[in-house]
Nanobody
Framework: QVQLVESGGGLVQPGGSLRLSCVAS????????MGWYRQAPGKERELVAQ???????NYADSVKGRFTISRDNAKNTVYLQMNSLKPEDTAVYYC???????WGQGTQVTVSS
């Protein structure tokens, strides 16, 4: 049974930082491309960042230069370091195993003063 469990969300002021973590179980984590997605109220879910099994990354234009995705295959974990946060980054952030139907439960990120 595949499970993805996110953590690290919370309330942060504009300009602040957060690091999200997603721990995977029940699958061979290292072979998959992993992604972070987000969904703001009233909006569709969108890609934030992806990282391949080999470590190649790509980012949404809106987060380039501010967010960094990384992975630790020994810990079955993918991370999203978020710096210089803006109010428009407020959303529920989800971890996803790309090309599968597996999603985490989401973690809320709120950027507000």
């Amino acid at each position: 049974q595949v499970q993805l469990v996110e953590s690290g969300g919370g309330l942060v002021q504009p300009g602040g930082s957060l690091r999200l973590s997603c721990v995977a179980s029940g699958t061979i984590f290292s072979i998959y491309t992993m992604g972070w997605y987000r969904q703001a109220p009233g909006k569709e879910r969108e890609l934030v960042a992806q990282i391949t099994s080999g470590g190649s990354t790509n980012y949404a234009d809106s987060v380039k230069g501010r967010f960094t995705i990384s992975r630790d295959n020994a810990k079955n974990t993918v991370y999203l370091q978020m710096n210089s946060l803006k109010p428009e980054d407020t959303a529920v952030y989800y971890c996803h195993i790309v090309t599968t139907s597996y999603w985490g439960q989401g973690t809320q990120v709120t950027v507000s003063s």
